[in-house]
């Protein structure tokens, strides 16, 4: 098959879909955001699209549509470039988030369209208003919020089908919208992301961690409240006191992936630290910043416990890759992460909000590292029988791409 993927961050989650497909030998094609500097295999085309600034007062509930809209125009305009020149995919799968497959039925109406559509902007029951120090669950709120999903089902209705990596994440669609998606994750390489107990974290001035040494970890691509840095923070000075050997290393950039960016600053991760700052030895406490992927992989090897938060929102890959590494987890007991972690069998669930119980169950691992290790098993077990990428979550990708081949398209 000819095999289109349409990803403004190209791969994002097709990072190992589309190269298993060519080597099954598909013709694959991606076409991206030409800011998008991201290297992929694949043969990639870009488009160029220019945002335009929206009048808030004009617009008010349409101006997520006038804006992802706008950009399906752009990437149509795109779509009907490659087709002037003979390119007709059989099967076209794109991230609808951005809008950049609203229009693609109109250039390519007997190619297949699938949309990963992976979070459902709701008024109610998941992000918005769920943290009331940063987002009040008003009523005009949960209409601007409802309003923002118009793009999201309409990728939807005008697509063959639909993609979701968790069945939680599923579960944010409409019911007539949830029934046309098919939940499979993404996938982890526990294969590559594995226990190790001769790992080793060089920190910037030199020192070296093991699985030895107690190593509380927190990740995420950008620290921020939807991450729960903020309750992370807090909880830091108790367990600095209770652990004095305990070295914290946080790895996350300082802008904003979800969420309002703070006033006057870019990032979170200041306001945070600077508000318990005071209260901690810093000579224990490691910003790396954005780390590479091996890098990351070692530091979840050396964690005797992994802090992980989030809104009821879209799950992080990492947390996967710290139970597929053999952590022993302690998570926000929200929807996302509960459909993952079992409390007291496959990591240790901790309620969002509760300060002194995220300062208590992290100096519990920290202290106690024997005690854990039955979860820490059991967490790389249900990773690797859940969410495998070679064995489980690929194998089954590539079935479900496979599927919508047109009956000329040749056997494989």
Same mark, same amino acid.
């Given at each position: #098959?000819?095999?289109?993927?349409?990803?403004?961050?190209?791969?994002?989650?097709?990072?190992?879909?589309?190269?298993?497909?060519?080597?099954?030998?598909? &013709?694959?094609?991606?076409?991206?955001?030409?800011?998008?500097?991201?290297?992929? !295999? %694949?043969?990639?085309?870009?488009? *160029?699209?220019?945002?335009?600034?929206?009048?808030?007062?004009?617009?008010?509930?349409?101006?997520?549509?006038? !804006?992802?809209?706008?950009?399906?125009?752009?990437?149509?305009?795109?779509?009907?470039? #490659?087709?002037?020149?003979?390119? $007709?995919? &059989?099967?076209?799968?794109?991230?609808?988030?951005?809008?950049? *497959?609203?229009?693609?039925?109109?250039?390519?109406?007997? @190619?297949?369209?699938?949309?990963?559509?992976?979070?459902?902007?709701?008024?109610?029951?998941?992000?918005?208003?769920?943290?009331?120090?940063?987002?009040?669950? *008003?009523?005009?709120? #949960?209409?601007?919020?409802?309003?923002?999903?118009?793009?999201? /089902?309409?990728?939807?209705?005008?697509?063959?089908?639909?993609?979701?990596?968790?069945?939680?994440?599923?579960?944010?669609?409409?019911?007539?919208?949830?029934?046309?998606?098919?939940? =499979?994750?993404?996938?982890?390489?526990?294969?590559?992301?594995?226990?190790?107990?001769?790992?080793?974290?060089?920190?910037?001035?030199?020192?070296?961690? !093991?699985?030895?040494?107690?190593?509380?970890?927190?990740?995420?691509?950008?620290?921020?409240?939807?991450?729960?840095?903020?309750?992370?923070?807090?909880?830091?000075?108790? $367990?600095?006191?209770?652990?004095?050997?305990?070295?914290?290393?946080?790895?996350?950039?300082?802008?904003?992936?979800? /969420?309002?960016?703070?006033?006057?600053?870019?990032?979170?991760?200041?306001?945070?630290?600077?508000?318990?700052? &005071?209260?901690?030895?810093?000579?224990?406490?490691?910003?790396? /910043?954005?780390?590479?992927?091996?890098?990351?992989?070692?530091?979840?090897?050396?964690?005797?416990?992994?802090?992980?938060?989030?809104?009821?929102?879209?799950?992080?890959?990492?947390?996967?890759?710290?139970?597929?590494?053999?952590?022993?987890?302690?998570?926000?007991?929200?929807?996302?992460? #509960?459909?993952? =972690?079992?409390?007291?069998?496959?990591?240790?669930? $901790?309620?969002?909000?509760?300060?002194?119980?995220?300062?208590?169950?992290? *100096?519990?691992?920290?202290? &106690?590292?024997?005690?854990?290790?039955?979860?820490?098993?059991?967490?790389? @077990?249900?990773?690797? @029988?859940?969410?495998?990428?070679?064995?489980?979550?690929?194998?089954? !990708? =590539?079935?479900?791409?496979?599927?919508?081949?047109?009956?000329?398209?040749?056997? %494989?």
């Amino acid at each position: #098959m000819k095999i289109l993927f349409v990803h403004q961050n190209f791969p994002g989650q097709f990072l190992h879909l589309a190269p298993a497909l060519v080597a099954r030998g598909h &013709d694959c094609l991606a076409l991206t955001d030409v800011k998008n500097q991201r290297g992929s !295999t %694949i043969k990639t085309l870009k488009y *160029t699209h220019k945002e335009q600034k929206v009048d808030p007062a004009a617009c008010r509930l349409g101006r997520s549509y006038t !804006t992802y809209s706008d950009r399906g125009v752009t990437v149509a305009r795109a779509a009907r470039s #490659m087709r002037e020149k003979g390119y $007709v995919p &059989d099967v076209i799968f794109g991230h609808s988030g951005w809008g950049e *497959t609203l229009f693609l039925k109109q250039v390519w109406p007997e @190619a297949k369209l699938i949309v990963y559509s992976e979070f459902y902007y709701k008024g109610r029951d998941a992000d918005v208003g769920f943290d009331p120090e940063f987002t009040a669950a *008003t009523f005009d709120q #949960m209409l601007i919020t409802q309003g923002r999903a118009a793009h999201q /089902g309409q990728a939807l209705i005008h697509a063959d089908a639909g993609f979701a990596p968790t069945q939680w994440q599923a579960s944010t669609h409409p019911e007539l919208l949830r029934e046309r998606l098919t939940v =499979i994750h993404d996938g982890v390489d526990t294969e590559q992301i594995t226990p190790n107990p001769e790992a080793r974290f060089v920190l910037p001035d030199g020192r070296s961690l !093991t699985p030895q040494d107690e190593v509380l970890t927190f990740v995420n691509r950008n620290l921020e409240p939807y991450r729960g840095y903020h309750i992370f923070m807090r909880a830091l000075p108790e $367990v600095l006191r209770a652990r004095p050997k305990a070295q914290v290393v946080i790895v996350g950039g300082d802008g904003v992936s979800y /969420g309002n960016a703070p006033k006057d600053a870019t990032g979170w991760k200041d306001i945070f630290l600077n508000e318990v700052r &005071d209260k901690l030895d810093l000579s224990r406490v490691h910003f790396m /910043g954005k780390v590479p992927y091996p890098h990351f992989i070692a530091l979840m090897q050396v964690s005797r416990a992994h802090a992980y938060l989030t809104y009821p929102f879209v799950l992080s890959w990492s947390m996967i890759e710290a139970m597929a590494a053999g952590c022993h987890i302690v998570a926000s007991a929200t929807q996302p992460v #509960m459909e993952a =972690i079992e409390d007291g069998k496959t990591g240790t669930l $901790v309620e969002f909000f509760d300060v002194a119980g995220w300062s208590k169950a992290l *100096t519990e691992a920290l202290a &106690d590292p024997e005690r854990y290790v039955p979860l820490r098993k059991a967490a790389r @077990a249900a990773a690797i @029988a859940t969410y495998d990428l070679h064995s489980h979550c690929l194998p089954k !990708t =590539i079935a479900f791409v496979e599927s919508f081949a047109p009956p000329s398209a040749s056997k %494989i």
